[in-house]
């Protein structure tokens, strides 16, 4: 199976800052038909996950745009942009390139 | 509005069996592949399978493959997960989700306990 690999484990952030969080993969996430699927959800406290990011980088319908990911083949890393308050919980990335699906351990992100 | 509400879930024997459902509703359920994922107590997010729009193939996680059936009924808009000689490992939050993961359900709890 995939292993993915997320640091830093947990994060705290003030409002504004900038912050980002890294996955890695054990294996190239490129798939034969070209795309890389790789996306990224948050997980709020006591909520379902949703989904953020698709396909490394496809912002998800009505997520602000502070969210940016990026990488390629086994790293990858989400960017927010000027933390809100609304944005702590826990931040999974996922990869769906290879069977089974996997998801990374989890980075929670604390507002100070 | 999309909504997906799962059920079915609560506190069950080890070697018992047990069958979540998940209902839907605000998009058109038969176009979409689905999945099952569960959440444990500790937070770790596991894939369970998967099944074809039409409920003609289905994948699972090779781990669960013998004792975890997905099936669906479009005509109810309605996911299952059959599970079958349940252990204390199986003891989590069970989520039914679009095979994009653009949308989830409230998830349900299940707890495998004598």
């Known amino acids: 199976d995939v292993v993915l690999t997320q640091t830093p484990p947990t994060l705290s952030a003030t409002i504004g800052q900038s912050v980002s969080i890294s996955c890695r993969s054990s294996?190239?996430?490129?798939?034969?038909?070209?795309?890389?699927?790789l996306n990224w959800l948050l997980q709020r406290p006591g909520q379902s996950p949703q989904l953020l990011i698709y396909s490394v980088s496809n912002l998800e319908s009505g997520v602000p745009n502070r969210f940016s990911g990026s990488g390629s083949e086994t790293d990858f890393t989400l960017k927010i942009s000027g933390v809100e308050a609304e944005d702590l919980g826990v931040y999974y990335c996922m990869q769906a390139t290879h069977a089974p699906l996997t998801f990374g351990s989890g980075t929670k992100l604390e507002i100070k | 509005e999309v909504q997906l509400v799962e059920s079915g879930g609560g506190l069950v024997q080890p070697g018992a069996s047990l069958k979540l459902s998940c209902v839907a509703s605000?998009?058109?359920?038969?176009?979409?592949?689905m999945s099952w994922v569960r959440q444990t107590p500790g937070k770790t997010m596991e894939w369970i399978g998967d099944?074809?729009?039409?409920?003609?193939?289905?994948n699972y996680a090779p781990s669960l493959k013998n004792r975890f059936t997905i099936s669906r009924d479009n005509a109810k808009s309605t996911l299952y997960l059959q599970m079958s000689n349940v252990r204390s490992e199986d003891t989590a939050t069970y989520y039914c989700?679009?095979?994009?993961?653009?949308?989830w359900g409230q998830g349900v709890m299940v707890t495998v306990s004598s």
């Open positions: 605000g998009f058109t359920f038969s176009d979409y592949w």
């Open positions: 294996q190239s996430l490129l798939d034969s038909d070209g795309d890389t699927y």
């Open positions: 099944i074809k729009y039409d409920g003609s193939y289905t």
């Open positions: 989700t679009s095979d994009y993961f653009d949308y």
